[in-house]
Antibody
Framework: EVQLVETGGGLIQPGGSLRLSCAASGFTVSSNYMSWVRQAPGKGLEWVSVIYNGGSTYYADSVKGRFTISRDNSKNTLYLQINSLRAEDTAVYFC??????????????WGQGTVVTVSS | DIQMTQSPSTLSASVGDRVTITCRASQNINSWLAWYQQKPGKAPKLLIYKASSLESGVPSRFSGSGSGTEFTLTISSLQPDDFATYYCQQYNSYSWTFGQGTKVEIK
């Protein structure tokens, strides 16, 4: 079965760090564009970061310099390292596959999301 | 950065109604546009990609059109399962941008 499962969310104090994980099954992470998308409580969707199949990484301006996307090919897992957490980073974080060849980089597979709450 | 503007923000409609949601891009994105449906507490679901291609398994009452900067999502006959929030999304130059969402409510 093709699926993504996120873990690693939680309650963290401002200024803290967290690493989110996204385990894939049914397809190979390293062969795809993989992204993180977040959704603050009651708000819309915000694209956060992408790692291309070739390894290039890109970030939204709002997280550049604080977030790092990576992957472990041996574990078929995507990661998001989040540093210097701020209250405005509070959100549900989804990982998603951007399917390039057929779907023009639309996100066709999504995880269920993991909740990050930044509060003292 | 490319901005995506959806209208309306909220739409009240009845079962059986034809519903149209509009999405405007701040610059030309050709056909690199997708539409998603999201229900409370759930991940978004891909409905339409490349502006007008229907994702496998999505009912044919959903359709998309447009290119360049103006796009529409149409639901030909609204069903009870369609009450949700809809987002457009563009891909261009190493970044993705979502519209602010359109909530389709029961009238």
């Amino acid at each position: 079965e093709v699926q993504l499962v996120e873990t690693g969310g939680g309650l963290i104090q401002p200024g803290g760090s967290l690493r989110l994980s996204c385990a894939a099954s049914g397809f190979t992470v390293s062969s795809n564009y993989m992204s993180w998308v977040r959704q603050a409580p009651g708000k819309g969707l915000e694209w956060v970061s992408v790692i291309y199949n070739g390894g290039s990484t890109y970030y939204a301006d709002s997280v550049k310099g604080r977030f790092t996307i990576s992957r472990d090919n041996s574990k078929n897992t995507l990661y998001l390292q989040i540093n210097s957490l701020r209250a405005e980073d509070t959100a549900v974080y989804f990982c998603a596959r951007a399917q390039v060849v057929i779907r023009g980089s639309a996100f066709d597979i999504w995880g269920q999301g993991t909740v990050v709450t930044v509060s003292s | 950065d490319i901005q995506m503007t959806q209208s309306p923000s909220t739409l009240s409609a009845s079962v059986g109604d034809r519903v149209t949601i509009t999405c405007r891009a701040s610059q030309n994105i050709n056909s690199w546009l997708a539409w998603y449906q999201q229900k409370p507490g759930k991940a978004p679901k891909l409905l339409i990609y490349k502006a007008s291609s229907l994702e496998s398994g999505v009912p044919s009452r959903f359709s998309g059109s447009g290119s360049g900067t103006e796009f529409t999502l149409t639901i030909s006959s609204l069903q009870p399962d369609d009450f949700a929030t809809y987002y457009c999304q563009q891909y261009n130059s190493y970044s993705w941008t979502f519209g602010q969402g359109t909530k389709v409510e029961i009238k």
